[in-house]
Nanobody, 118 residues
Framework: VQLQASGGGLVQAGGSLRLSCQTSGRTSGSYRMGWFRQAPGKERELVARVWWSPRSTYYSESVKGRFTISGDSSKNTVYLQMNSLKPEDTAVYYC????????????WGQGTQVTVSS
């Protein structure tokens, strides 16, 4: 199983980016997918996740109201629409997939860099 994250880049504060995460090797049957981020010198944190069935979403307080997670459970594809970006959103963003619903994510993408300039 491989996850390919893309869509990162450099954007000015207030701008938008849309991240994509495509899964290959096992494109269905996951319980949830999530987006995490890690800024320099900080621990990796959960930004948003989606449970496919029943459908539910979670957002960290720092991104609630600005980011939207969406996706297609039949393809294990997930997106993260990021609006009103702030310099503190600068980080490497990772996607992850959980196939057994037991707590830990099973596979991770390689990360995509998001840099927000002030």
């Amino acid at each position: 199983v491989q996850l390919q994250a893309s869509g990162g880049g450099l954007v000015q504060a207030g701008g938008s980016l849309r991240l994509s995460c495509q899964t290959s090797g096992r494109t269905s049957g996951s319980y949830r997918m999530g987006w995490f981020r890690q800024a320099p010198g900080k621990e990796r944190e959960l930004v948003a996740r989606v449970w496919w069935s029943p459908r539910s979403t979670y957002y960290s307080e720092s991104v609630k109201g600005r980011f939207t997670i969406s996706g297609d459970s039949s393809k294990n594809t997930v997106y993260l629409q990021m609006n009103s970006l702030k310099p503190e959103d600068t980080a490497v963003y990772y996607c992850a997939v959980d196939y057994d619903g037991l707590g830990a994510y099973d596979y991770w993408g390689q990360g995509t860099q998001v840099t927000v300039s002030s």
